[in-house]
């Protein structure tokens, strides 16, 4: 009989609690988290029995997998395994956000876990259900159909669409089906736009106000500006800064949830307000200090466009090492477009 643990939600964190346990071909432990595998991750395998591989070094099918282990600030990664129908375990705080939020369900993920939040148990594990989430998934990502169309292909094969119409009220017909098409895409793409906004543009905008008042109100400003402005003051140094981010053992380091990228972003534009900096450096900047974007997001996206484990494995390290190249190349291309400015 395999052995199943009980994951429950730490302090701040949500959803579950989940139960799982090896079964099937679902035997591993998947560690999807910057710095090796997570304490959570090896106290989930020590307790079911189970083997835990880390997902960055050495890659496996997702589809062998009855948990998932991560580390992520609530963008992509959040969403990504629940969409598979992977029972998710997030050991940052946070509910369902990013652009994968309608997947993160509380009977497929818990997040704010720590070691102490994992018990042993004999309940039915979740991950058994994980079939199910598959096909609930796969569900609300088909396309929905239109009842325009059905309507008109049922009109079209009974016996009075056979006959021959009118040619200026078969216009008129095709022109009305055509502008309603139009309004169903254009107001559901509103809908998504402004859900969007509410869940993901506006708290990032307050997350930015809060940290220039913090920086400007502490003096912080002061310091930060007498070591960027060397860095980011210059081509020179912007390169520096980029070559820096983009070194592959430190890039996956820094990039989880873009917190380094939007603090940095925040303090180059904040000189360049200042005059501190020239305006023709806020290209160049910007790329610098986002050379390591997406560090952390191969393996999650490589799994999404269903990779094997052999394309995975050569995958990672070839996009992170080719960081090293594209980083400093984009300021580069930025400094040549910031000319005039």
Same mark, same amino acid.
């Given at each position: 009989?395999?052995?199943?643990?009980?994951?429950?939600?730490?302090?701040?964190?949500?959803?579950?609690?989940?139960?799982?346990?090896?079964?099937?071909?679902?035997?591993?432990?998947?560690?999807?988290?910057?710095?090796?595998?997570?304490?959570?991750?090896?106290?989930?395998?020590?307790?079911?029995?189970?083997?835990?591989?880390?997902?960055?070094?050495?890659?496996?099918?997702?589809?062998?997998?009855?948990?998932?282990?991560?580390?992520?600030?609530?963008?992509?990664?959040?969403?990504?395994?629940?969409?598979?129908?992977?029972?998710?375990?997030?050991?940052?705080?946070?509910?369902?956000?990013?652009?994968?939020?309608?997947?993160?369900?509380?009977?497929?993920?818990?997040? +704010? @876990?720590? &070691?102490? /939040?994992?018990?042993?148990?004999?309940?039915?594990?979740?991950? #058994?259900?994980? =079939?199910?989430? $598959?096909?609930?998934?796969?569900?609300?990502?088909?396309?929905?159909?239109?009842?325009?169309?059905?309507?008109?292909?049922?009109?079209?094969?009974?016996?009075?669409?056979?006959?021959?119409?009118?040619?200026?009220?078969?216009?008129?017909?095709?022109? +009305? @089906?055509? &502008?309603? /098409?139009?309004?169903?895409?254009?107001?559901?793409?509103?809908? #998504?736009?402004? =859900?969007?906004? $509410?869940?993901?543009?506006?708290?990032?905008?307050?997350?930015?106000?809060?940290?220039?008042?913090?920086?400007?109100?502490?003096?912080?400003?002061?310091?930060?500006?007498?070591?960027?402005?060397?860095?980011?003051?210059?081509?020179?140094?912007?390169?520096?800064?980029?070559?820096?981010?983009?070194?592959?053992?430190?890039?996956?380091?820094i990039v989880p949830g873009a917190i380094l990228a939007q603090v940095m972003s925040v303090l180059v534009g904040n000189e360049i307000a200042k005059g501190a900096i020239p305006p023709?450096?806020?290209?160049?900047?910007?790329?610098?200090?986002?050379?390591?974007?997406?560090?952390?997001?191969?393996?999650?996206?490589?799994?999404?466009?269903?990779?094997?484990?052999?394309?995975?494995?050569?995958?990672?390290p070839a996009f992170l090492f080719s960081k090293l190249l594209t980083g400093p190349l984009a300021v580069l291309i930025g400094y040549v477009f910031s000319f005039g400015l």
């Amino acid at each position: 009989m395999n052995k199943s643990v009980k994951v429950s939600h730490g302090e701040g964190g949500w959803g579950g609690p989940l139960v799982l346990s090896p079964h099937g071909e679902k035997k591993y432990v998947l560690s999807v988290t910057t710095g090796g595998i997570h304490p959570v991750a090896e106290k989930i395998g020590e307790m079911t029995d189970a083997e835990v591989i880390d997902q960055f070094t050495n890659p496996v099918d997702t589809s062998v997998a009855f948990c998932v282990v991560i580390d992520c600030a609530g963008v992509a990664r959040c969403g990504t395994y629940p969409k598979l129908g992977i029972p998710t375990i997030n050991v940052k705080r946070g509910g369902p956000s990013g652009p994968l939020a309608q997947y993160i369900k509380e009977d497929i993920f818990v997040s +704010g @876990v720590k &070691v102490d /939040n994992i018990e042993s148990t004999s309940e039915d594990s979740t991950a #058994e259900n994980s =079939d199910k989430n $598959i096909a609930e998934n796969k569900e609300k990502a088909a396309p929905e159909k239109s009842i325009t169309k059905e309507a008109r292909k049922k009109f079209e094969s009974s016996e009075l669409g056979k006959k021959k119409q009118n040619p200026v009220m078969e216009a008129v017909n095709k022109i +009305g @089906v055509g &502008v309603g /098409n139009a309004i169903n895409v254009i107001y559901s793409a509103a809908r #998504e736009t402004v =859900d969007n906004l $509410i869940k993901n543009i506006i708290p990032f905008m307050l997350f930015v106000s809060l940290l220039i008042g913090i920086i400007n109100y502490t003096g912080f400003a002061k310091i930060i500006a007498n070591v960027l402005t060397p860095l980011a003051g210059n081509l020179w140094g912007l390169l520096l800064l980029a070559l820096i981010c983009s070194i592959p053992f430190l890039s996956p380091l820094i990039v989880p949830g873009a917190i380094l990228a939007q603090v940095m972003s925040v303090l180059v534009g904040n000189e360049i307000a200042k005059g501190a900096i020239p305006p023709s450096f806020a290209l160049p900047a910007l790329y610098a200090v986002n050379a390591q974007v997406g560090a952390d997001f191969v393996p999650v996206g490589l799994t999404l466009m269903e990779a094997d484990s052999k394309t995975i494995e050569a995958g990672v390290p070839a996009f992170l090492f080719s960081k090293l190249l594209t980083g400093p190349l984009a300021v580069l291309i930025g400094y040549v477009f910031s000319f005039g400015l």
